[in-house]
């Protein structure tokens, strides 16, 4: 039921979506709402990993990413980020013990707008995360992130935009969770829904 639910509001907000955009002074089109829908690459040169089963190492690796982003005013961003680890691409030993791994985020921050036709963002945000790594012996050592993002955003088209994003998440050492220090780099495409 609360699928349907779900459903209904995310049509109204579509077909909603023409009333919601304007036009500013050099008749470019802008909305007080934007919703964007992405996918990334990101590479990890330094993900570091502290857990009762993985035990201590440093590595690096790669992720593909989904993501959303939810700008208001073309000013103050939320990011929604959830990635999904290729263990392959670890190294130190890490590939043969790890079966997968999982992290999610969540940003705030601004959105500065660097031309004057708008097509160039950097978004500088706080980040919050979490998490996890799964080893081949289906132990699990998780752990929450705190740290920050940065991005430079190109409008490629109206709908479709260029963005590359850096990360830096340090892991918050719990009695009974993993550390998982990780600083990324991405690039990606969105598409701007709203």
Do not use: H
Not at 16 to 41: D, H, T
Not at 116 to 139: E, H, W, Y
């Amino acid at each position: 039921m609360n699928s349907i639910k779900n459903g209904i509001v995310l049509i109204l907000i579509l077909a909603m979506a023409p009333a919601l955009r304007g036009q500013n002074e050099n008749n470019q089109i802008e909305a007080p709402v934007n919703f964007l829908l992405g996918a990334s690459y990101t590479i990890a040169p330094t993900l570091k990993v502290n857990g009762p089963w993985t035990g201590s190492n440093e590595t690096s690796g790669s992720f593909y990413s989904a993501y959303a982003d939810l700008i208001i005013n073309n000013k103050f961003i939320g990011r929604a980020v959830v990635s999904s680890l290729i263990p392959s691409t670890l190294s130190n030993g890490l590939e043969l013990a790890v079966e997968s791994g999982f992290e999610m985020s969540g940003s705030m921050g601004y959105n500065y707008t660097l031309s004057s036709n708008q097509k160039i963002n950097i978004p500088i945000m706080a980040t919050i995360g979490f998490a996890t790594v799964k080893t081949l012996s289906d132990r699990r050592d998780a752990g929450m992130q705190l740290g920050g993002t940065i991005g430079l955003n190109y409008d490629l088209t109206e709908k479709f935009i260029l963005s590359g994003t850096a990360r830096y998440l340090k892991g918050v050492d719990f009695s009974d969770g993993a550390k998982i220090d990780q600083v990324d780099v991405s690039l990606g495409i969105m598409i701007r829904l709203l």
